[in-house]
């Protein structure tokens, strides 16, 4: 599934005119490939075992923990602005990071403050359709193949940071209410995800909302694959914890990226180095 493919006809919500006066830089998100899916779902199995390991270890409560990892988030996204072009490792750094905030934002709201998942879910859904719909209205696309502004960036990562908050929120709720248990909320999450595939290749679903769609429905499958592989066996996990969960699935993530770092098979085309004229 790809936030645009060549030949489909877009949505009118997808036009992106170059915006007057600005110099564009080169798109500042990779192209959407299988890799770029596989290391999103380990990047949000991540955030969901590296917030507990983080909560468990260092001992600064939940908001501490929390505050520490903003500031963290803040630096490294600095260093992504700062980039000309799409730099694979500095990159997904930054999703993983907002992994683990959006986690641990959700869970502020519900363990400290006692909002519940339901208001938690509606809040940040509301709050992520503003984004899009300011994102809309300023550059009149939505299409992440277009991210070459610093404006469309900011953008781009407000809506990443709310779609990993709200898919915590609504894994979470989904899981409480269902009960379903580890497993089978990621099949649940999975066949979700199928499901808009199906309606974007099948039924013409627009490229762009496909794409977001499913990116919020990455993060509770994620979690859900996460909680699977680190909870207690009485639980209803597999007993690995949350400090072999994260170091298998950041290892796995650093094999990829650097993998991409070489091949750049996530570039639409490697051979430009240096940005459009203005």
């Known amino acids: ?14 036009s992106r005119p ?21 290391i999103k779902v380990l990047c949000t199995t991540v955030g969901e075992t590296a917030a507990d390991l983080l909560n468990e270890k260092l001992g600064l409560g939940l908001t501490g923990v929390s505050l520490l990892m903003s500031v963290v988030l803040v630096a ?20 993983a990071l907002i992994s683990i905030v ?26 992520l359709a503003v984004v899009f719909i300011a994102w809309y209205r300023s550059e009149r ?19 990443v940071l709310f779609t990993f908050a709200l ?19 990621a099949g649940l999450f999975a066949l979700a995800i199928a499901a808009v595939a199906v309606a974007h290749f099948a039924l013409g679903l627009d490229a762009v909302w496909s794409f977001w769609i499913a990116y919020i429905l990455t993060r509770p499958l994620g979690a859900s694959i ?42 639409s085309d490697p051979d430009r180095l240096t940005p459009q004229a203005s």
């Open 141 to 159: 696309t939505l299409s992440i193949h277009h991210v070459d502004t610093t404006r469309r960036e900011s953008f781009y990562w407000l809506a």
């Open 226 to 267: 996460g909680d699977y592989l680190s909870q207690p066996t009485a639980d209803g996990g597999l007993g690995l914890g949350t400090v072999i969960t994260s170091v298998l699935f950041l290892a796995v993530i650093l094999g990829l990226v650097v993998f991409l770092t070489v091949t750049r098979r996530d570039v």
């Open 76 to 95: 490294v996204l600095v260093a992504q602005f700062r980039t000309r072009a799409y730099r694979p490792g500095i990159y997904w750094l930054a999703v």
């Open 18 to 38: 170059a915006p007057t006066g600005r110099r564009l830089r080169w798109n500042k998100v990779p192209e959407v490939t299988a890799y770029f899916w596989v």
């Open 167 to 185: 898919g915590t929120a609504a894994g979470d709720l989904v899981a409480e209410r269902m009960d379903l248990g580890y497993w089978l909320s």
């Open 1 to 14: 599934m790809t936030a645009d493919i060549p030949g489909a006809v877009e949505a009118p919500g997808t």
């Open 102 to 127: 959006g986690t641990l934002i959700s869970d502020n709201l519900t363990d400290n403050l006692g909002v519940p998942l339901e208001t938690s879910t509606i809040a940040f859904a509301v709050v």
